[in-house]
């Protein structure tokens, strides 16, 4: 029975994964059972209802499934913001920092058009690298921001901190403690 349970309920820890010492916050049990998920996404459109948007955008990978089901939801289009070289058409680039290295992510050069209100949506929130990197692709786009969903915020690693002091609007459904 499904009663009572938060969005935080469905989703499982996988302990040393994909290194020892972390705790892996897994919400393919949350996406796999269609209450949970469904909550998830109703809950992450609240804050936003009655303004305007006008694209969906969503980090890879996960971003991908929350934003589908986010822009369907809304009737809106969905772009994804993907890894270097994944794309096929022409793109703008921006690099980030992660704790062993450096990666890049990509968008389409025509997938936002100046002053388009823009949703960005991923599955969790950590440093904030890659969320950054995607904020200043749309921003170069000439997009306008309304906000930054999120299913789970690592509150330690001080990702939500960075995206706000950026200027942007953070909403996360749950918050777990540690890596």
Same mark, same amino acid.
């Given at each position: /029975?499904?009663?009572?349970?938060?969005? +935080? =309920?469905? $989703?499982?820890?996988?302990? %040393?994964?994909?290194?020892?010492? @972390?705790?892996?916050?897994?919400?393919?049990?949350?996406?796999?059972?269609?209450?949970?998920?469904?909550?998830? $996404?109703? #809950?992450?459109?609240?804050?936003?209802?009655?303004? #305007? $948007?006008? +694209?969906?955008?969503?980090?890879?990978?996960?971003?991908?499934?929350?934003?589908?089901?986010?822009?369907? #939801?809304?009737?809106?289009?969905?772009?994804? $913001?993907?890894?270097?070289?994944?794309?096929?058409?022409?793109?703008?680039?921006?690099?980030?920092?992660?704790?062993?290295?450096?990666?890049?992510?990509?968008?389409?050069? %025509?997938? @936002?058009?100046?002053?388009?209100?823009?949703?960005?949506? %991923?599955?969790?929130?950590?440093?904030?690298?890659?969320?950054?990197?995607? @904020? +200043?692709? @749309?921003?170069?786009?000439?997009?306008?921001?309304?906000?930054?969903?999120?299913?789970? =915020?690592?509150?330690?690693?001080?990702?939500? +901190?960075?995206?706000?002091? /950026?200027? /942007? =609007?953070?909403?996360?459904?749950?918050?777990?403690?540690?890596?």
């Amino acid at each position: /029975m499904n009663k009572g349970k938060t969005v +935080k =309920d469905y $989703i499982r820890t996988i302990v %040393d994964f994909p290194h020892e010492g @972390i705790l892996f916050r897994d919400v393919t049990t949350l996406f796999a059972d269609p209450r949970g998920f469904r909550m998830a $996404i109703d #809950q992450m459109l609240h804050p936003y209802a009655g303004e #305007q $948007i006008d +694209k969906v955008v969503g980090l890879e990978a996960r971003g991908f499934i929350l934003g589908g089901a986010i822009a369907h #939801q809304l009737t809106l289009g969905f772009v994804p $913001i993907r890894k270097k070289g994944k794309l096929p058409g022409a793109t703008l680039s921006q690099s980030y920092t992660l704790e062993y290295g450096e990666a890049v992510v990509e968008i389409h050069d %025509d997938a @936002i058009q100046p002053g388009e209100k823009i949703l960005l949506v %991923d599955d969790l929130l950590a440093t904030g690298g890659t969320a950054e990197a995607g @904020i +200043k692709l @749309i921003e170069r786009l000439g997009g306008e921001i309304v906000g930054c969903a999120f299913i789970v =915020d690592l509150p330690e690693l001080g990702g939500r +901190k960075l995206l706000e002091e /950026m200027g /942007m =609007d953070v909403h996360v459904l749950c918050e777990f403690e540690g890596l």
